[in-house]
């Protein structure tokens, strides 16, 4: 039989297997290594007991995303709070390289928009409309965004990604009413959330379309990516990419580059720029290491 795994815990996968969960084990060559099956794999089940079974086999994957973990999602809402925690943006970039390099569409909400002024908000949107990803504003408090994400996660399946406390969890009940995920208040003290979503879960907002919440991460990660292919990886930079005058421009200390020209001139914007230089510099520090 066939199915979808919507998340797995301690050794166990739980499988959407036409409407029903089943709770499955997995054979003994997927225990080798850790992740080997993730929320929105597509898996052959053998039935040991009633709505009870055995993972055979975990079919190809059309899509796999590291941070969070998961398989076969064609988007990734990438949700930031305004403040509460404080947006930060290097994360939100590495977020943006990693959906890049898997082939996943971003979305960018930024959350919590009830809590900041007008102009704030606007300057952060207008930062990131630059790369032409879609930007939404939402607030689950004043409703701002809420059917414009709704109808962005219609007929799609899309996994939501962010840092702990940034409201993932409140726009998804927000967005489906019949949802009703555990969401945790953000400490005064440290301004973090507390990881209220333990694990990566596949739900159903409506027929076809399917949404994986996940807990919050913030680790500094930056996938397995050659150095000359990060520009391609910033959408914002490829138009200027051909207007560089060395072949194989990195765009950092080269004259006459077109990259830095367009940050310049306020084109592409410094930020972005600046997390650019830093994923480089690191992909560069890895290619001495190995
Ligand atoms: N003011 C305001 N608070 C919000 C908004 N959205 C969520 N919150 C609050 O922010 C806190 C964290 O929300 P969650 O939905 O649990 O955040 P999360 O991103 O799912 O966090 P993890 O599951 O830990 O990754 C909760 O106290 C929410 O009530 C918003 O738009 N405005
Ligand atoms: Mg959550
Ligand atoms: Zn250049």
């Known amino acids: 039989m066939n199915g979808v795994v919507v998340r797995t815990y301690s050794g166990f996968c739980y499988v959407d297997i036409e409407g029903d969960i089943w709770e499955c084990r997995l054979r003994g060559k997927f225990r080798l290594t850790k992740q080997?099956?993730?929320?929105?794999?597509?898996?052959?089940?053998?039935?040991?007991?009633?709505?009870?079974?055995?993972?055979?086999?975990?079919?190809?994957?059309?899509?796999?995303l590291d941070r969070p973990a998961v398989a076969n999602v064609e988007q990734v809402v990438i949700v930031f709070a305004c403040r509460d925690p404080a947006p930060q943006t290097e994360l939100l970039d590495r977020i943006l390289v990693q959906a890049e390099a898997a082939d996943i569409s971003p979305v960018i909400c930024f959350n919590k928009s009830d809590l900041v002024e007008d102009e704030y908000l606007e300057g952060l949107v207008a930062d990131y409309r630059k790369t032409g990803y879609r930007v939404i504003p939402t607030s689950t408090v004043s409703g701002t965004g809420v059917d414009q994400l709704r109808e962005c996660l219609h007929g799609r399946i899309t996994v939501l990604a962010g840092p702990s406390g940034a409201g993932k969890s409140s726009l998804l009940n927000a967005v489906h009413p019949g949802f009703s995920l555990k969401t945790g208040k953000v400490s005064d003290k440290i301004g973090r959330g507390r990881h209220t979503t333990r694990y990566a879960e596949l739900l159903e907002t409506e027929p076809g379309s399917m949404v994986v919440d996940s807990p919050g991460f913030s680790s500094l990660y930056l996938p397995e990516i050659d150095k000359e292919s990060l520009p391609e990886l910033f959408p914002d930079f490829l138009e200027h990419l051909d207007r560089c005058k060395f072949n194989g421009c990195l765009h950092r200390a080269e004259?006459?580059?077109?990259?830095?020209?367009?940050?310049?001139?306020?084109?592409?914007?410094?930020?972005?720029?600046?997390?650019?230089?830093i994923f480089l510099e690191e992909l560069i520090e890895r290619e001495r290491r190995y």
């Not at 929105?40 to 190809?60: F, M, Q, S, Y």
């Not at 020209?261 to 930020?271: L, N, P, Q, R």
């Open 255 to 277: 004259p006459e580059c077109a990259v830095k020209k367009a940050v310049k001139v306020g084109h592409i914007s410094e930020k972005r720029y600046e997390h650019y230089l």
């Open 36 to 64: 080997s099956v993730l929320a929105g794999d597509r898996v052959k089940v053998k039935e040991t007991a009633d709505k009870k079974g055995v993972i055979e086999e975990v079919l190809p994957r059309a899509t796999r």
